[in-house]
C-alpha cells in the first residue's frame, strides 16, 4: 500500500513555457502532499506543502507565484512551473503521508532548454 | 529550521563490508526515519523510529534511534551491489518532512 505516482517522469520543454507535473495517491487518500525540488548531488528541499481544498503553504524563498499548486482531490496534486527558465531544471518529487510517514513519488526530471 | 546532519557524506566499500552511518539534529526529536533513493527515482522509506533507544531491523539493515534523541544510526551489513545509492535520514515534524544532507553510498567491485 502506499504508492504515489507522478507524471511526466521526465520532460523537456523550452525556456518561457509552462510545465505540469502530477502527484497521485494511488491506493490512500492524502489531505496533505508535499512537494520537493533536488538538485544534482543535493539533498530533497521542500518547495511547499499541498492542502486539500485550499491554498498551498509555501517555503521561504519559493516564488508562489512561479511554482502553482493544486490539490483538486484527494489523491492528486498537480505543481505547474511558469515561465520555465534554465535554472528551473531540476528533478521534482512529491509525497504524501500516511501513517505519519511519508511516501514518495519516483520523481519528475525537468529540462529547461 | 532544524539541521539534519549526515555523516559521512559519502562512502566507498567493497561488497560483503558493513556499512555505517550516523545523523545529528540540533533538535530532540520524536521520530526518525531512514530513505533510501536510487539514481533518478524517489525515496523509499527503510526504516522508521519511533521510540529513544530503539533498534529496529529490516533485513541487513539496523537502525539505531540514539538515547539522546537527537541523534540516530543505520548500519547494513554484507553490502550487496544493490545497495548502492544515496540514504538520507527524516524528521516528520511540524507537518512536513526535512531531510539530512545525504550519504553516498558506492561499491567498488
Known amino acids: 500500500g502506499a504508492v504515489v505516482s507522478q507524471h511526466p517522469s521526465w520532460v523537456i520543454c523550452k525556456s518561457g513555457t509552462s510545465v505540469k507535473i502530477e502527484c497521485r495517491s494511488l491506493d490512500f487518500q492524502a489531505t496533505t502532499m508535499f512537494w520537493y525540488r533536488q538538485f544534482p548531488k543535493q539533498s530533497l528541499m521542500l518547495m511547499a506543502t499541498?492542502?486539500?481544498?485550499?491554498?498551498?503553504?509555501?517555503e521561504q524563498g519559493v516564488e508562489k507565484d512561479k511554482f502553482l499548486i493544486n490539490h483538486a482531490s484527494l489523491t492528486l496534486s498537480t505543481l505547474t512551473v511558469t515561465s520555465a527558465h534554465p535554472e528551473d531544471s531540476s528533478f521534482y518529487i512529491c509525497?504524501?503521508?500516511?501513517?505519519?510517514?511519508?511516501?514518495f513519488g519516483p520523481g519528475t526530471r525537468l529540462t529547461v532548454t | 529550521g532544524q539541521q539534519l546532519n549526515q555523516s559521512p557524506q559519502s562512502m566507498f566499500i567493497q561488497e560483503g563490508e558493513d556499512v555505517s552511518m550516523n545523523c545529528t539534529s540540533s533538535s530532540i526529536f520524536n521520530t526518525w526515519l531512514w530513505y533510501k533513493q536510487d539514481p533518478g527515482e524517489g525515496p523509499v522509506l527503510l526504516i522508521a523510529l519511533y521510540k529513544a533507544g530503539e533498534l529496529t531491523s529490516n533485513g541487513r539493515l539496523t537502525a539505531q534511534f540514539g538515547i539522546t534523541r537527537k541523534d540516530s544510526f543505520l548500519n547494513i551489513s554484507a553490502s550487496i551491489p544493490s545497495d548502492v545509492g544515496i540514504y538520507f535520514c527524516a524528521h516528520f515534524g511540524n507537518e512536513k518532512l526535512t531531510f539530512g544532507t545525504g550519504t553516498r553510498l558506492t561499491i567498488i567491485p
Open positions: 499541498s492542502n486539500e481544498g485550499s491554498k498551498a503553504t509555501y
Open positions: 509525497s504524501a503521508s500516511a501513517s505519519g510517514k511519508g511516501y
